[in-house]
């Protein structure tokens, strides 16, 4: 509202006066709380490090011990569960300190700190890299749509320079998360990586009839692709906000291209069409090794047919090797319930 006179200009200054005094008093108090919380994390950083120094002395002692009482074999099997719980309880205490940045990041961004100390704080980031996945997927069919109907060469730089700079977002977003506790595989980081470089050579492959021959097979992959990580995300969005309800799952899991890591409730739906992909990936890498056994061609060729071979490997062999691994988990987790449960009848019993 508007003041009808100086002297309530005045009174409403001198009342501000007196909340920008509060206000700096409540800053300094954030100053000294800010400063207390970095001694705090530097402290516990030590305390990590003592303690992961002292449990590898001991480890290294059992280790050289000459151990032939029963009862001593039972005390070192004892330490050595107790220090691999101890393990655990640390790497939980880390996800809530700062870590430094990989490589990577250092070279992108340099020592510029990225970790996300609050829980919830690295849920919404993780969500909206998923969400962000989505929208570029949206994008990237359609776009795929378009590039299928006509053959418009701006159409086309559009896509494939989308995707050079998609795959490049992700990798630096996968390293953030990767710095907040995300257990994505070195493998799936790499995808991206390789994709990006994919991505590049295709942008700069130049008009030719190899192009125009390989062109209606890739955007087709595309739209498959996007149809996929569509697929994916519906999956997810319901099954992680289930598992994280239940307790079951750390904030910063992911998915990750054309897999994710957490999918195992379920998965036989998905499987299929993960599998189809990646058999589409080495349908295009046989196709541009043709193109090049053919006739002469442009060197973008036989380096792609050389990408997508190495993405459909990567991706079969990855996904085939941790399905049994997470099958055993859960079976093991399973018989842990199981177990669980027998115990608490056995102890309502005797309540009776």
């Not at 669980?340 to 009776?352: A, L």
Request: proline share 2%.
């Amino acid at each position: 509202m508007e003041l009808q006179s100086v002297s309530q200009c005045v009174e409403q200054w001198e009342e501000l006066q007196n909340d920008f005094q509060a206000l700096e008093a409540t800053n300094s108090e954030y100053l000294e709380k800010l400063e207390q919380l970095n001694a705090l994390q530097a402290k516990c950083t030590h305390a990590i490090s003592h303690q992961r120094y002292r449990m590898g002395i001991i480890k290294r002692s059992l280790k050289k011990l000459n151990i032939t009482e029963d009862e001593d074999k039972e005390i070192k099997q004892r330490i050595n569960r107790a220090m691999a719980r101890r393990e655990a309880n640390l790497v939980e205490v880390e996800h809530c300190l700062p870590k430094p940045n990989g490589m990577y990041l250092k070279i992108i961004l340099g020592n510029v700190n990225v970790s996300i100390l609050n829980k919830e704080d690295k849920f919404k980031y993780k969500d909206e890299y998923e969400k962000f996945k989505l929208i570029l997927s949206g994008i990237g069919f359609l776009l795929s749509v378009a590039n299928l109907c006509t053959k418009i060469r701006v159409l086309e730089l559009s896509f494939l320079f989308l995707l050079v700079w998609y795959y490049c977002t992700l990798t630096i977003r996968e390293s953030i998360l990767k710095v907040n506790g995300s257990k994505i595989k070195g493998w799936w980081r790499l995808h991206h990586f390789i994709s990006t470089v994919a991505s590049a050579v295709l942008l700069i492959w130049p008009l030719s009839d190899s192009w125009y021959e390989f062109r209606p097979q890739f955007m087709i992959f595309n739209v498959y692709i996007s149809i996929v990580q569509y697929l994916q995300f519906r999956y997810q969005q319901g099954a992680l906000y289930r598992l994280k309800a239940l307790g079951e799952r750390h904030n910063m899991d992911i998915t990750i291209e054309g897999f994710h890591s957490w999918m195992w409730r379920g998965l036989g739906f998905l499987l299929p069409f993960l599998y189809a992909g990646y058999i589409f990936q080495l349908y295009l890498a046989v196709a541009l090794f043709r193109i090049t056994s053919r006739e002469p061609t442009h060197w973008q060729v036989p380096v792609l047919g050389i990408l997508f071979f190495i993405l459909f490997l990567g991706n079969t062999i990855t996904t085939s090797l941790v399905i049994p691994q997470k099958i055993k988990e859960n079976r093991a987790r399973r018989e842990i319930i199981k177990t669980e449960d027998n115990n608490h009848k056995v102890e309502d019993r005797k309540d009776d």
